[in-house]
């Protein structure tokens, strides 16, 4: 009778096999997507994640109002205007960025540029130039 000795692993048998490198990589991918969701879904509903330059929670807001939705849709923009006013969209906005723009007047044109640029609104106070930016009326503009 022969006795058998038991096989021991060489480096070379511990080594994956091939077909479960794609698996482990899955999984691993799986894991890192998830990751980054969650982390993008918690910046979005914490009011962190910017869209278009507008805080996300504003945007949830926004998204949740029908008459606001109806009215951008419908390409009504004193509507939305004014629908955005009553929300307090535009405090809300300058709230968020007043530590980034303490100069009140630039603050306001930002501001007013961000919901330019979404809504194509123009503010009362603002003309656009050429180049699709909102400036100050000078004072012979305001009172013709």
Same mark, same amino acid.
């Given at each position: 009778?022969?006795?058998?000795? $038991?096989?021991?692993?060489?480096?070379?048998?511990?080594?994956?096999? $091939?077909?479960?490198?794609?698996?482990?990589?899955?999984?691993?991918?799986?894991?890192?997507?998830?990751?980054?969701?969650? &982390?993008?879904?918690?910046?979005?509903?914490?009011?962190?994640?910017?869209?278009?330059?507008?805080?996300?929670?504003?945007?949830?807001?926004? !998204?949740?109002?029908? $008459?606001?939705?109806?009215?951008?849709?419908?390409?009504?923009?004193?509507?939305?205007?004014?629908?955005?006013?009553?929300?307090?969209?535009?405090?809300?906005?300058?709230?968020?960025?007043?530590?980034? &723009?303490?100069?009140?007047?630039? !603050?306001?044109?930002? &501001?007013?540029?961000?919901?330019? !640029?979404?809504?194509?609104?123009?503010?009362?106070?603002?003309?656009?130039?050429?180049?699709?930016? !909102?400036?100050?009326?000078?004072?012979?503009?305001?009172?013709?």
């Amino acid at each position: 009778m022969v006795k058998r000795v $038991p096989h021991r692993q060489s480096a070379s048998d511990r080594t994956p096999h $091939p077909a479960s490198i794609p698996a482990t990589l899955r999984r691993v991918l799986g894991i890192l997507v998830g990751a980054i969701v969650g &982390i993008l879904t918690l910046l979005f509903f914490s009011g962190h994640l910017l869209i278009g330059g507008v805080p996300s929670s504003i945007v949830l807001e926004f !998204l949740q109002d029908q $008459p606001a939705w109806t009215a951008y849709w419908q390409g009504d923009r004193q509507a939305l205007h004014d629908r955005l006013s009553e929300l307090g969209v535009e405090e809300q906005i300058k709230a968020y960025y007043r530590p980034q &723009i303490p100069d009140e007047v630039k !603050l306001d044109q930002h &501001i007013h540029q961000l919901l330019y !640029l979404r809504t194509g609104y123009v503010g009362e106070a603002y003309r656009v130039t050429e180049q699709g930016l !909102l400036v100050l009326k000078s004072s012979s503009e305001k009172n013709p």
